[in-house]
């Protein structure tokens, strides 16, 4: 099983990702967990295997990544709805106090 993020423990989390979902996820910098990102995506184990490689300009500085949140939706309009509020003042301030 893909080890994905860590519980609240801080032991690895081994939930396997629900394939053909789309997920908004909120992963933080293994060094500096006040650095974020929040992201949409279909595939979360090749997402954060393409921030960790690198390969994303904006997270690429900021190397290791972990998930700490990830979001199923039912809908991708519904998820990309909800990412666009994440990105926003308020949604900002709300994942910082729920996540």
């Known amino acids: 099983m893909p080890t994905l993020g860590t519980c609240e423990g801080g032991a690895p989390s081994q939930r396997k990702e629900m394939k ?18 929040t992201g949409l995506t279909d595939d ?3 997402r954060l295997k393409s921030h960790n490689q690198g390969n994303k300009p904006h997270t690429s500085k900021d190397r290791p990544w972990r998930i700490e949140t990830a979001i199923a939706f039912r809908s991708r ?4 709805a909800f990412e666009k509020y994440l990105k926003s ?5 709300f994942a910082s106090k729920h996540f």
Do not use: M
């Open 44 to 46: 979360l184990e090749a």
């Open 77 to 80: 309009e519904k998820a990309a």
């Open 20 to 37: 053909g979902f789309p997920y908004v996820y909120v992963p933080i910098n293994g060094k500096d967990a006040t650095h974020r990102y």
């Open 89 to 93: 003042h308020s949604g900002r301030a």
